[in-house]
C-alpha cells in the first residue's frame, strides 16, 4: 500500500537544515547545483559548486597537505581516523536524516549506512598498527631482503549516488591511515551529504591538528571529476559508479600511469537449489533485490532456480511482493522508498518492455505509483524463457529476472555468463554443491555467499568485483594495499659484494 501521506518539500528542506545545524555546516548557497529530494522529486536547496580553478588549487593543497602527512606515524595517523568515527556515532542520525532526504533510502538502511562508515573508522584505526611488510629469505649470504609500505599520495575518490556516505568513509578512512591525503568528487545528486561528511572530517583534523587541508571536497559536476581523473598529481583515483564511467575513467587515468580502483556495475545473480532451504531463500531474496529499492550495486537482479521448485519459489515470492510497504522512507515500516529520479523509473519501464518482448512474463508489479511527486516503483519480478540481452544488463531499479535450470553445470554457467562479476551466492543445503560454487570454476565474482544473499557485506572483508565490475578491491581485508607504493629493499650486511643470480663481475 502506498503511503500518500508523504513529508512536504518545505518539511524536508527543514529537516535537512536542522541535521546539517547539528552538524555545524552552513550550506553554501547559489544557482550551480541544486540538492533535491527524491522523496518529493523537488529542489530544496541551489548551491555553489566548485570551480576548476578552485579544484586545480584543492588538489595542489592536498599535495602539500601530504608532504607531512606521510611522516606522520601511522597510528597518530589512526587518531584522526578514530576522532571522525567518533564524531560519526554523534552524528549518526543526522547523517542518515540526509541519507534519506537525499537517495531516498528507508531510515533503517540509511542509519546502516552510517554504522558502516563507524565500522570502516575502527577497522581503518586498528590497521593504523598493522601495515605490515614482509622478510623475505634472501639467497644472498649477510643480506637480508624486506619490504617496506609507504604512503601513495593523493587519492582523488570518485563516488555514486546510492551510498553517498559509505563509499566514501571506506576509501578515506583507509587512505588516511596509510598516509595519503584525499579529495573527494562526489555525486552531484548528494551534496548535503557530502558537505556533511566532509564537515565532520574537517572537525576530527581540527581536533586532532592534524594537516588542515588533507581533506578537499570538490562540490562539482562529472567536468571537474574529468579534471581530477587527469590530474597527474592524483596518485589513485577510486571510482565507484556505472560502468560507463569506469570506461571513461580507466584509459585516462591509464595514459598518465596513474593508478585507478574501479568499483562498477554489478548484475548478481542467487542459484536456488532443490535442497534449499525455503524459507531461508525467501527472506535473503526479498531483502537483496527489493531492499534500497534494487539501487545497490550488490542487488540482486537474477534468480536461478531449480526447476522443480521454481513455482513455488516465484509463488511465495509474488505474495510477499504483493505486501511490501512503498513510500516514505523516514515512516516506520516502509521497507522500498523511492527511486532516485523520474529517468531511473523510466530505465525501469523500458528494461520491463524488453524484458516482455522477448517472451518474459511480469509476475509481481513492476508499476509505477501515481501521483506520488518522486518515482516510487513497485518492485518487479519477471520470469524469462532465456538470458536475453536484457537480463544481461544492470538496470538500477528493482527488478528480479527469474531464469530456470536442470543441472548444477547449466546454473554456474548461466551465472557467470554476464558482463559484470560482482556479487552471487547459492541457496543449497548439499554441501559439495555451495563448495563447488565457491570453486575455481564457480562462481566468478569478487562476491561469493552461500546461504545468504547477494547484497549486504561487511566491512571487514575486500569488496569489489570482476570483469566489467572494474577488478577493484576496497574497505576491509589488505585492500589496503592500493593506497600505499611499495618498495623491495635489499640490505647487505656483510663485507662482500654478492650478486643475485650467482653473476660474477669485478671478482
Ligand atoms: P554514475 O556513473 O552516473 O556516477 C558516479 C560518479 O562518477 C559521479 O560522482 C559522477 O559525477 C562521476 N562521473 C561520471 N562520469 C565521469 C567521468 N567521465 N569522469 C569523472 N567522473 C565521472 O553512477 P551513479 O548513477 O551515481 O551510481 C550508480 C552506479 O554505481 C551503478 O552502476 C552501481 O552498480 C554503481 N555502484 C558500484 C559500486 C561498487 O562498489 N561496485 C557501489 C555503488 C554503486
Known sequence: EPASNLPTTPQLRD?????????????????????????????????R??????????????????????????????????TLGELLRAHKSDLADLITVEAGKIR???????QEMIDICEFAVGLSRQLYGRTIASERPGHRLAETWHPLGVVGVISAFNFPAAVWSWNTAVALVCGDAVVWKPSELTPLVSLAAGHLLDRAIEQTRAPRELHRLLLAGRDVGEQLVDDPRVALISATGSTRMGREVGPRVAARFGRVLLELGGNNATVVAPSADLDLALQGIVFAAAGTAGQRCTTLRRLIVHRDIADQLVERLAGVYGRLPIG??????????????????????????????????????????????????????????????????????????V?????????????????????????????????????????????????????????????????????????????????????????????????????????
Not at 422 to 445: K, N, V
Open 15 to 47: 529537516r535537512a537544515r536542522a541535521a546539517l545545524d547539528r552538524i555545524g555546516v552552513s550550506v553554501p548557497e547559489g544557482d550551480d547545483l541544486h540538492a533535491r529530494s527524491p522523496i518529493t522529486g523537488e529542489r530544496l536547496f541551489g548551491l
Open 49 to 82: 559548486a566548485t570551480t576548476a580553478e578552485q579544484a586545480r588549487e584543492a588538489i595542489g593543497q592536498a599535495a602539500e597537505a601530504f608532504r607531512t602527512w606521510r611522516v606522520t606515524p601511522p597510528p597518530a595517523r589512526g587518531d584522526l581516523v578514530r
Open 108 to 114: 533503517s538502511e540509511a542509519l546502516g549506512e552510517v
Open 328 to 401: 516514505d522512507p523516514f515512516a516506520d515500516g516502509t521497507l522500498v522508498g523511492p527511486l532516485i529520479s523520474d529517468a531511473a523509473a523510466d530505465a525501469m519501464a523500458a528494461a520491463l518492455e524488453r524484458a516482455q518482448a522477448d517472451g518474459g512474463k511480469i509476475v509481481a508489479g513492476g508499476r509505477r505509483l501515481d501521483g506520488l511527486g518522486g518515482a516510487y516503483v513497485e518492485p518487479a519480478i519477471v520470469r524469462m524463457p532465456r538470458q536475453t540481452a536484457i537480463v544481461r544488463e544492470e538496470t538500477f531499479a528493482p527488478i528480479l529476472y
Open 403 to 507: 531464469l530456470t535450470y536442470d543441472t548444477f553445470e547449466e546454473a554456474v554457467a548461466l551465472h557467470n555468463d554476464v558482463p559484470q562479476g560482482l556479487s552471487s551466492s547459492i541457496f543449497t543445503r548439499d554441501q559439495q554443491e555451495a563448495e563447488r560454487f565457491l570453486a575455481a570454476d564457480g562462481s566468478d565474482c569478487g562476491i561469493a555467499n552461500v546461504n545468504i544473499g547477494t547484497s549486504g557485506a561487511e566491512i571487514g572483508g575486500a569488496f569489489g568485483g570482476e570483469k566489467e565490475t572494474g577488478g577493484g578491491r576496497e574497505s576491509g581485508s589488505d585492500a589496503w594495499r592500493a593506497y600505499m607504493r611499495r618498495a623491495t629493499n635489499t640490505v647487505n650486511y656483510s663485507s662482500a659484494l654478492a650478486l643475485a643470480q650467482n653473476v660474477s663481475f669485478l671478482s
